[in-house]
């Protein structure tokens, strides 16, 4: 096989959720104990960090990845979904798994593949874990895929497990209320493992609190003791951070919801710090050390670690945006940056999936844009028309595009340079919007 016959053997010849929705979804973690005996439980060979949550769960973990390689650390990274290509999941040090080798590791393991039936998570799951141990990395930054206490990801032991917050998404697998949710995401609290809560509700707060002290694990709310003092928005789109002792940073991630993420990821470092990854920042003499060190890291992060789609420019004159922000948790704060945005028009080329709230996504859309209706190359896609449908309940108004590449293209053709162009709504939205920039 080549690679993208690989591909196309992981992508269609698997369950997959990512694709197929619910029909690709296996609930449960015993195919995931038959690939980790049959690999030798390859997880066991470095140290990692686990990171769940409804939102901002992928920026604080490759913030994190960030800053222990800027200190020095082979980092393995294992992320979902990719946004261009399948081996942007698995990384060390930013740098994407092989191709060589994902073609490699299928065709030594198709034929147990389909003796098991494992899903498509499943074997990007146990491969990103075996690379990670035939790579050496000294750490991996895990990020669940859905939910937490089922989720294949969750066989592993870390030394810190983080779990950004809870919001309604993906409740027909999860739960239809945040303390459900919690429940699911809380199942990554392992035993006597320090547990970083980026915030939390007064509903969700006693969930996690109830699954810590079962677990005797120490538990920490980063959102009771805010380390960011101040945050201000840089010209270049990047934000400027004061933490709570002095140190000045910035930030390449510049959505104004990267504050929350960014205060969760500080109480990571800090926890890293106390268990001896990194140095002690209480020491005076290592606060210029640590401001160079978070410095190179966060204003680095998508350098180091090929994160991309968090309220990223793609281009100027006009002004064009792109980010993965994909549920109401996401649009309370995407919307309330669009309003932000000073331009002579908006342009929104807008699409999602079945599995969402677009009731509640659109309630934060603007109505001063002029929007491109679009759905994205997946069978989870709701249509152009039905999209429009629902947006018309919301005063929005647009006309309806085939295909992502189709809808940007006429906002690019109607756009003036003083104009802001918008591509989000879904993951796949920002995929496909992506493909027409290579």
Known sequence: MNYQETCDYLFHQTANYESQGIGGYKEGLETMLKLDQHFNSPHRNYKTIHVAGTNGKGSVAHTIAAQLQVCGYRIGLYTSPHLLNFNERIRINGNPIPEEYVV?????EKEYFNQVKPTFFEIATIM?????SEMDVDIAVIEVGLGGRLDSTNIITPIVSVITNISL??????GTSVEQIAMEKGGIIK???????????????????????????????????NQIVSAEMLPNGHMMYTNAIGIKFEGELGGIYQTRNTNTSLF????????GYLCSCEKEANLKRIQEEMNMAYANVCQLTGLRGRWETVRTN???????????GAWQYLGQQLSQVKCRQMHIVFGMVDDKDIYGVMSFLPKNALYYFTKPDTKRALTEHSVQVFAVQFGLAGMTYPT?????????????EDDFIFVGGSTYVVADFMKTLV
């Open 318 to 328: 006009p002004t064009v945006v792109c980010d993965t922000g994909h549920n109401v």
């Open 104 to 108: 490699g590791f299928v065709e030594a």
């Open 169 to 174: 998404d993906h409740t027909h697998l999860l």
């Open 404 to 416: 992502v590449a189709e809808a940007y293209a006429e906002a690019l053709k109607n756009a003036s």
């Open 128 to 132: 990103a874990f075996q690379y990670f």
């Open 268 to 275: 990571v470092i800090k926890e890293l710090m106390d268990q």
């Open 191 to 225: 035993k006597g493992v320090p547990v970083i809560i980026g915030e939390a509700t007064p509903e969700t707060r006693p969930v996690f609190e109830a699954l810590a002290a079962e677990n005797e694990a120490p538990i920490t709310f980063a959102s009771d003791d």
